[in-house]
C-alpha cells in the first residue's frame, strides 16, 4: 500500500468520534428516560384510571352517506331509515348457542348467519354487528316479546341505502352493498371502521370518496362489563358529499320505457357540455336487493341471465355500428378530397374489387341507381361507401375515425368502460399476424367487419359531428355539494377537429333527409315537430350471410337477427342533443331504433327548450 | 505486548474461560446478550398470551443466531475486509432482484424464496453496508476528502432506495444510520454534519409542496397520531396507557391488563416495550436501557480498541447502529417518535432481525478476539 496516512491524527479523530457518539447516545437516552418519568410517574395517575377499572373505547361514527340526485333535484339514491337485529359479541357469553335461538325464532337465511360470523371477526367485540336488515313488522313484534332473554341482543334503527328508481338506471348509480374481504385489505381501515357498505358499481364506486364521508369517533369511557360511562370526547363524523347528475330521469324513463321488450342501450349527451342526459341499458336490474344482501339463488339468476342484465351494454356493449358509420366516412372523403359532393356513383347492388369475382352486396336489391353523396347518406346505399372507402384507404379511414374517438375510451365518469375496436394495418399485423386486405376496407366502410364501438362512443362522435368537430367528454356528476362547498363534477377535455364547415354542412344535410325526406330510412319520426333532426339509421349483421344465400328476418333464429342503429342529434340548425340507440336483435335501424330515439329527442327539447 | 495484557485481564483462567477464547466469544458482551435475550423469553411469554408455541419458535431462532454469531466471531476480520465489497454487490443485486420479483407478483415483497429457504436480503445488506462503506473509507486518507465523501453517500443511497421502494421504512432507516455511522467515525467534518442538517431542514418545506393531500395526511398522522385515532394513532395512546399505568414498579409479570386490548396483534413484535414497562414499570424500563447502555459501551469499547482502520469503523458503527435501533423503537412505543417498523432488538418477537443483530455482535468479537494480524 502506497498510501500515506497520518496514524496519529486517524486515532485522535477516532477516539474523539467514540466520544461524541458516547455524548449523543447518553444525550438522546436521557430524553428516552425523561419521557418515561413523565408518562410513569407524572401521568401514572391519569394513566391507571384509564387503564384500571376504566378504559377507553374509542367507537367510530359513521357519517351518512351522501344523496344522488338527478338533473332536476330528483332523488335517485337515498338513505332510508331500517330496523336491524344486531348482536354485540362482548355482552354474549355464547353466541353460537343464541344464533341458534334466534334461528328457532326468526326466519334467518345461513347465509346471513355466515355473514354475521365474516364482520364479526373483523369488528372489535364491542362494535354491534348487524345480523338482519330491514326487519319486517312481524319479526319487529316476534323479537321485541323475548327481547329479555336475549342480552347483547337488540333492535337497531340503521340508515340503508334506497334507489326509488329501482331498475330504472342501475347500471349508472350502481349500487353499495357489504365490505367483502378482498376489498376490506385495499381501505383504509380507519376511514372504514364501524362503515358496513361500500360502492361497488356505477356511480356508487367511482365517486366512493365523496359519497362516503369522513368517520368520526368517540372516546368512550367502559368499564370491565363494557358498559358505557361517559363519553369523553367526540369528533363528529363529516357526511358524505350529494351528488348532482346530469342526468334526466324522466327522459331515462322514457328511453327505457321506449326499448321495453328488446336488449340494447340509448344514450343521450348534452352537445354542448358532454352531460349526459340519459343512459340506458336493458335489461336493467333492481340493485335495492345488493344492498340488504342478494340472496345466493337470485345473484344466480341475474348472473346467468341469457340477456345479462348487470352488462352495461351502454358502457361496455361492443357492436358493429353498421351504416351509422357512414356520415363520418363521407366526411373523411370530403376532407382528404377523395371525391365532391356533387360526385356520382352508380350503384347496381353490387360492388367488386378489380379482378375479384367476389360481389360486394348493397342492401338494396337491383341496387339505388346513380347517387350522389346526399343521397347515399339519405338512402344508406353500400355501394358508394365501398367505393368510398376503397378510394381512402384504410389508412385514411384510421387515422379520420380516431379523431372522433373510435377505438379509445371516452372518459366518462364511470368504471370498466370498453375501448371498442378501431382496425389498422398494424393492428392486423400484431394481432392477427396477417396484412391488411383491400376487401376489408371496403366493409369497413360500412361499419361491418373488425369494427366495433360502443353506443356511448357512438353518442360521443355523433355530438362531436353535431358540434362541428368540437369534441366533448361525457361525465355524469354536474356537481359535487359537500356542507360548506360546492365543486364541479369530472375536470373534462374539449378539444377541436379542424374541418371545412362547407364539408360538415354537406354531410349534415345528408343527415337531415335521412328523416325528413321522402327517400329517408328514418321518415317515419319527423312528426309533430317545427325543427329538423339530423339521423342515420344502421342495421348491423350479427351473422355472416353467405354470398349466395338470403337474409330472411322470418326464417333464422331472433338471436342472430341484425342490431337495429340510429344515431340522431336536433336541432338540425342549432344541435342541442345527441343520442346514440341500439336495439339488439332488433331488425331494421329505421323502423326500431329510430323511433325511440325520436322520443328522447322530442321529451327534452319539448321539456327543456318549449315555452 | 499491551494487547496482550489488556486480553488476559477479560479473560478468567477457568476451563470455561479456556472454551470461550478457543470461541473466539467476548466475555462481557456475551453475558450481556445472554441477558437480553433471557428477558425476551419473559416477555414473550406474557406478550403472547402464554402461549408456549411462541416461545419454542423464538428459541430456535435464537439458537440459531448465537450459532451463527460464533461461527462469524471465528472468521479472521481481515476476511471480511477482502469480501466486502463482494458481499455489498451481492446484497444489491439479491434487492435488486426482490423488486422484480414484487413486481411480478404485484404487491410489496421483502423475500426471496428459495424452496426450502426464505431469505430477505435488506438484513443482509445492513451488515454490508457498513463493510463496504468502511472498506472504502478505509482505503484512503482520513478525514474522507470530498470527493469519497461523495462515493460513500452514493454507495449509502443505492441499498437505501431499492430497499425504501420495497417499501421498508424502518429497515432502510436503519441501512442509512449503518452508512452515515462509518462516515461519522471517520471523522466527517462537523460543518459538513451542519450542512446536511441545514439543507435537510431547508428541502423539508419543498417536499411538502411537492407531496399529494394523501401523504400529507400520513406525515400529519406521523407527527400527530391522536389525530387518527381509529387508525395508525390506536396503537399509540393505547401503548402511552399501558407504559403510564406502569408507574413506578410496575403491575408484575403477567399483570398487564393492557395487552389485552387490541393492539395484542402488535405486542409480541415492534410494541413489545409497552408490555415490558407495564408490568415491570419505570424501574423495569431504566434497567433494560441499563442493558442496552452496556452493551453498547462495551461496542464502542471493542471499536476503540481495534487495531486497523477497517475494523474500528466496521465496529463503531454497528455499535451505532445497535443504539439507533434501540432508539427508535423505543421513542416509537412511548410516542416521541414517528411510528416505523423497527423492532426491539434482542427482546421482539421475529426472526430475521436477530439473527441478523447477532451475526454484527459476531463480527465485533472477531474483531476484538483476532487482534494479531496484520
Known sequence: ?611 | MKTETRHEHFEPPSLLGTILRKLHIDIPLFIGLMLASSLSFVILYSAGSQDMDVLFRQAERVGLAFVLMTIIAHIDPYQFKRYSTLLFGFGVLLLIAVLIMGQIGKGAQRWLDFGILRFQPSEMIKLTTPMMIAWYLAEHAMPPKPKHIGVAVLLIALPTLLIAKQPDLGTALLVVSSGAGVLFFAGLSWLFIAAIIAVCSALTPVLWHFMHDYQRDRVLTFLNPEADPLGRGYHIIQSKIAIGSGGIYGKGWLGSTQSELDFLPESSTDFIFAVFAEEFGLFGGLSLLTLYLLIIARCLYIASQAQDSYSRLLASSLSFTFFVYVFVNIGMVIGVLPVVGVPLPLISYGGTSIVTLLSGFGILMSIHTHKKYR
Not at chain 1, 340519459?278 to 341469457?306: C, H, M, W
Not at chain 1, 369494427?451 to 355523433?462: I, M
Open chain 1, 1 to 611: 500500500m502506497y498510501l500515506i496516512k497520518d496514524h496519529s491524527l486517524e486515532n485522535r479523530i477516532f477516539l474523539n468520534r467514540i466520544i461524541a457518539a458516547f455524548c449523543l447516545i447518553t444525550l438522546l437516552s436521557s430524553g428516552l428516560i425523561i419521557r418515561l418519568i413523565y408518562l410513569q410517574i407524572v401521568g401514572n395517575e391519569h394513566y391507571s384510571l384509564l387503564a384500571k377499572d376504566n378504559s377507553i373505547k374509542i367507537v367510530p361514527l359513521v357519517p351518512t352517506r351522501g344523496m344522488i340526485y338527478d338533473r332536476n333535484g330528483k332523488v335517485l339514491a337515498e338513505n332510508t331509515p331500517s330496523y336491524s337485529l344486531e348482536l354485540i359479541p362482548e355482552k354474549i357469553t355464547n353466541i353460537d348457542e343464541t344464533l341458534l335461538r334466534l334461528q328457532t325464532l326468526l326466519e334467518i337465511p345461513a347465509d346471513k348467519i355466515e355473514l354475521f360470523q365474516k364482520s364479526r371477526k373483523r369488528q372489535k367485540r364491542f362494535v354491534s354487528t348487524p345480523l338482519l336488515l330491514s326487519m319486517n313488522d312481524e319479526e319487529l313484534a316476534k323479537f321485541a316479546v323475548v327481547r329479555p332473554y336475549f342480552p347483547g341482543v337488540d333492535i337497531h334503527t340503521r340508515l340503508v341505502r334506497h334507489y326509488p328508481y329501482s331498475d330504472l338506471a342501475a347500471h349508472i348509480i350502481g349500487y353499495v352493498s357489504r365490505i367483502n374481504e378482498a376489498e376490506l385489505k385495499d381501505l383504509p381501515i380507519s376511514e372504514y371502521r364501524g362503515s358496513t357498505h361500500i360502492g361497488k358499481l356505477g356511480i356508487e364506486s367511482s365517486y366512493e370518496n365523496d359519497l362516503h364521508g369522513k368517520t368520526g369517533y368517540a372516546e368512550i369511557e367502559t368499564n370491565v362489563q363494557a358498559r358505557l360511562l361517559n363519553t369523553i370526547n367526540e369528533v363528529n363524523p363529516d357526511p358524505g358529499a350529494d351528488l348532482y347528475l346530469t342526468l334526466d330521469i324522466d327522459l331515462q324513463k322514457t328511453a327505457y320505457d321506449a326499448l321495453t321488450g328488446y336488449n340494447g342501450a340509448a344514450v343521450a349527451i348534452d352537445i354542448k357540455t358532454g352531460g349526459v342526459l340519459a343512459f340506458v341499458s336493458r335489461p336493467g336490474f333492481d340493485p335495492n336487493p345488493f344492498v340488504v344482501g342478494i340472496t345466493n339463488d337470485a345473484y344466480q339468476a341475474l348472473q346467468k341471465s341469457e340477456n345479462q342484465p348487470l352488462y352495461n351494454r351502454a358502457l361496455r356493449g361492443l357492436y358493429p355500428p353498421g351504416s351509422t358509420i357512414k356520415p363520418f366516412i363521407a366526411l373523411a372523403g370530403l376532407e382528404f378530397d377523395a371525391i365532391t359532393p356533387e360526385q356520382q356513383i352508380n350503384c347496381p347492388g353490387y360492388y367488386q374489387l378489380p379482378g375479384v369475382d367476389h360481389q360486394y352486396r348493397d342492401w338494396k336489391k337491383g341496387g339505388h341507381g346513380s347517387v350522389n353523396l346526399n343521397q347515399a347518406i339519405t338512402e344508406s346505399c353500400d355501394v358508394y361507401f365501398y367505393r368510398l372507402a376503397s378510394m381512402l384507404g384504410i389508412d385514411h379511414m384510421h387515422s379520420f375515425l380516431q379523431k372522433f374517438g373510435f377505438g379509445e375510451k371516452t372518459g366518462i365518469d364511470l368504471m370498466g368502460e370498453k375501448t371498442g375496436l378501431l382496425p389498422s394495418r398494424e393492428w392486423k399485423l400484431a394481432q392477427k399476424k396477417q396484412s391488411w386486405y383491400p376487401g376489408e376496407t371496403l366493409i369497413t366502410g360500412i361499419g361491418q367487419g373488425y369494427l366495433q364501438v360502443t353506443p356511448l362512443q357512438l353518442a360521443r362522435a355523433t355530438a362531436t359531428l353535431a358540434n362541428h368537430g368540437h369534441i366533448v367528454t361525457p361525465f355524469l356528476v354536474d356537481k359535487i355539494v359537500r356542507a360548506h362547498e360546492t365543486s364541479p363534477g369530472p375536470e373534462t377535455h374539449q378539444n377541436t377537429i379542424a374541418l371545412k364547415k362547407a364539408n360538415i354542412n354537406t354531410v349534415i344535410d345528408g343527415m337531415i333527409n335521412v328523416v325528413h325526406s321522402q327517400h329517408g330510412t328514418a321518415k317515419g319520426i319527423n312528426t309533430n315537430i317545427n325543427y329538423q333532426i339530423a339521423g342515420k339509421t344502421g342495421t348491423a349483421q350479427v351473422l355472416g350471410i353467405k354470398q349466395n344465400a338470403k337474409y330472411n328476418e322470418n326464417s333464422i333464429d331472433f338471436k342472430f337477427r341484425d342490431h337495429a342503429l340510429f344515431i340522431s342529434f336536433a336541432p338540425a340548425n342549432e344541435p342541442k342533443i345527441a343520442v346514440a340507440v341500439i336495439v339488439e336483435n332488433g331488425g331494421h335501424g329505421g323502423s326500431v331504433a329510430a323511433p325511440i330515439a325520436g322520443q328522447v329527442i322530442k321529451q327534452y327539447l319539448k321539456d327543456n327548450y318549449e315555452n
